[in-house]
């Protein structure tokens, strides 16, 4: 037998003198035979390192069938918390209970989102940043840290109203990925094509490029009023976008408050103002993908998989029913496995009446038992439909809200006791839950002082 101590030290791992003791062989016999063994696939290294002695062996199905038993068993050790819970847990996540987010932090929660133009900054940003200032936006966009587009998405309509059109903000580097995230195989375009006005103005950007708007409506002729009509259609069709967020946020003022805007300014500059600021520029055009071609490599999963941890805490396929820039679930559980068997999300059940695998932050897990501890407080919260913790009816029971301009929500303690569709309020919980004349209080306000108003 050959004695482990007297090995020189920075040549052997600890294993190899073993099993060179057992099977009395030498150890550079046993050093050959586990590279040769490592290199069938047979073994493999479950600890790497520098030195020799700091690695250790063992058999492949073994060594995952201990992956497997350690997985389950940390899976096991989750405690599921109610739907009601988990909304309130969301809440919190998203800051909404006391806003005080910085906007990069907001534009992350909400990065891969589809939301209407109008809806974007009153009813989402502001009401998770303490101190939300238009200008700042414009000055993510101009930097060039995030971008706007028109999602293309199977089987959408064309709006006629541009404060209706759906848009999503993401990282510039990420824009490519996301814009094919939720193109299915061979997806024809759009069928409707933009009318006399905007051709000309779509003309005039391919063969001058990017051009701020006083340019472009001297390149194209068209006055000011044809200008906003045609640059609002291509919008509308995903075929522009703009290097800030206030040429959107001027197309959907109200006419008339635009024309009180440009006497104002023509009293002061002397000339006739265009209120369609910035540059604009074409969006790059979507190829034809095959089903091999739609979900290249891991990185896109990456950034997809990130953003909805991000978003939800808590990922399973329930949540993601109104997420509409989603490769098919299969393709994201496999990369969350993936993500779980590296320690960077735990996997079990979380919230429970959800089949299905269950993946979570290290973070959430900690603050979604917390809440779910925590006496209810009877808080009442309004939300726009389109915002992504419209979940009533996919997570709680009860009616969906549609997700269209306009629509409002007022929560009960993560519950939706009431909503306005329209101009029609209906409440939603048990008689006595919730007083009409306060919810009616509570969702017709917004329209007047925003969301983050309403709430307080």
Not at 271 to 285: H, Q, V
Request: with cysteine; aromatic share 6%; glycine share 8%.
């Amino acid at each position: 037998a050959i004695d482990p101590a007297r090995a020189p030290v920075g040549s052997l791992a600890y294993i190899r003198p073993t099993l060179a003791a057992d099977f009395a062989l030498p150890l550079q016999t046993i050093e050959s035979g586990l590279l040769a063994l490592q290199s069938e696939g047979y073994a493999m290294v479950m600890n790497g390192g520098d030195r020799a002695e700091d690695k250790t062996w063992c058999e492949r199905r073994l060594l995952a069938r201990i992956h497997r038993y350690s997985r389950e068993r940390r899976r096991q050790r989750a405690r599921p918390v109610s739907p009601a819970a988990y909304m309130r847990f969301l809440f919190q996540w998203h800051g909404l209970d006391q806003p005080a987010a910085e906007l990069e932090q907001a534009l992350g929660l909400l990065e891969g989102w589809s939301a209407p133009v109008a809806c974007w900054e009153q009813a989402l940003l502001a009401t998770r940043c303490a101190e939300y200032a238009p200008q700042r936006l414009d000055e993510q966009i101009l930097s060039g840290l995030i971008t706007w587009f028109r999602p293309d998405l199977p089987g959408r309509g064309l709006q006629q109203v541009i404060a209706a059109t759906p848009i999503t903000f993401v990282p510039r580097r990420h824009a490519a990925l996301w814009r094919h995230a939720g193109r299915t195989p061979n997806q024809a375009p759009a069928a409707a094509e933009p009318g006399a006005s905007a051709r000309v103005v779509l003309r005039a950007l391919q063969e001058h490029g990017a051009m701020f708007s006083t340019d472009l409506e001297q390149r194209s002729g068209l006055l000011q009023a044809q200008l906003e009509q045609a640059v609002a259609e291509l919008v509308a069709h995903g075929l522009v976008t703009a290097d800030a967020f206030s040429p959107l946020r001027w197309l959907i003022r109200p006419v008339a408050e635009k024309r009180r805007h440009e006497k104002r300014s023509r009293g002061r500059h002397g000339s006739r103002p265009n209120g369609l600021l910035g540059r604009w520029s074409l969006t790059s055009p979507l190829v034809e993908t095959s089903e091999c071609d739609l979900f290249p490599g891991q990185a896109a999963m990456a950034v997809i998989c990130a953003a909805l941890l991000r978003r939800y805490g808590v990922v399973f396929r329930a949540v993601l029913e109104r997420e509409s820039l989603l490769p098919p679930w299969r393709h994201l559980l496999r990369y969350l496995r993936r993500m779980e068997d590296r320690g960077e999300v735990h996997g079990g059940r979380f919230v429970e009446g959800f089949s299905g695998e269950q993946f979570a932050l290290p973070e959430a897990v900690g603050l979604l038992r917390n809440v779910a501890n925590e006496p209810l407080r009877c808080e009442q919260r309004v939300i726009s439909a389109t915002d992504p913790l419209n979940l009533g009816g996919i997570i709680t029971p009860g009616v969906k809200t549609p997700a269209t301009l306009g629509n409002r929500i007022l929560l009960l303690d993560g519950i939706a006791a009431a909503h306005l569709r329209g101009n029609e309020l209906e409440i939603l919980g048990p008689p006595g839950t919730v007083d009409h004349s306060e919810a009616e209080r509570r969702l017709q306000v917004v329209r007047a002082i925003g969301y983050r108003g309403a709430n307080r």
